[in-house]
């Protein structure tokens, strides 16, 4: 477990792809007296990620790079990772998996938010997956980042209740609902 030290917060980091509604969700828990992270650069290998937006919001440095060549791209992340004194980062809808040589730099110091309850349903198309096999519960997990996709230790978990109604987009709105509530205590978590 990475310890707090001190009073100040930890220096983070959040790759995302997309929409960063958990960006948004881990920006608004930073600036909570509670929080154990401050969010200081946000990441993303797209610059269409709406949520870069946030980078304006709320004053925080923001940085894109392709992964297109990923070497480079990692190259250049962990080097402004390091001028930036980043400690800790949360990945957030991060569609790229990051290369081993760059987990081992920050071995045990990177989260994950999945949308299903691991170890069932790694990778994509998790609701249509439950949805199709006609699962009763459904939920998200947060878990340590380590080479093997979506198999680190998991921090927190929180189920979901699938009802006969539910579609793909109506569950997924419901474990996003959930998602936000389970990123920060699983921060919280790994700091205490
Ligand atoms: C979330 O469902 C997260 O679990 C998954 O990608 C989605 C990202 O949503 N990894 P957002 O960009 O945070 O809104």
Do not use: W
């Not at 992340?77 to 800790?88: G, P, T």
């Amino acid at each position: 477990m990475v310890k707090l030290t001190g009073l100040k917060k930890i220096k983070t980091a959040v790759f995302i792809s997309g929409n960063g509604s958990n960006l948004k969700n881990l920006i608004k828990f930073s600036k909570k007296k509670n929080s154990p992270i401050s969010i200081d650069l946000i990441f993303s290998n797209t610059s269409k990620a709406k949520g870069l937006r946030f980078s304006n919001q709320f004053n925080i440095r923001k940085y894109v790079s392709s992964f297109k060549n990923y070497k480079t791209a990692e190259v250049k992340i962990l080097n402004l990772l390091n001028k930036e004194s980043i400690k800790f980062i949360c990945l957030a809808g991060f569609m790229k998996i990051l290369s081993k040589n760059f987990i081992k730099k920050f071995s045990g110091k990177i989260v994950n938010i999945h949308p299903s309850l691991l170890p069932k349903y790694k990778g994509l198309d998790t609701h249509i997956k439950a949805i199709q096999n006609k699962d009763k519960v459904a939920g998200c997990t947060v878990h340590f980042v380590t080479a093997k996709l979506d198999s680190g230790k998991i921090i927190l978990q929180k189920e979901v209740k699938i009802s006969k109604k539910d579609t793909y987009t109506s569950l997924a709105k419901k474990v996003l609902r959930q998602e936000h509530k389970l990123y920060p205590a699983a921060i919280k978590k790994v700091f205490n």
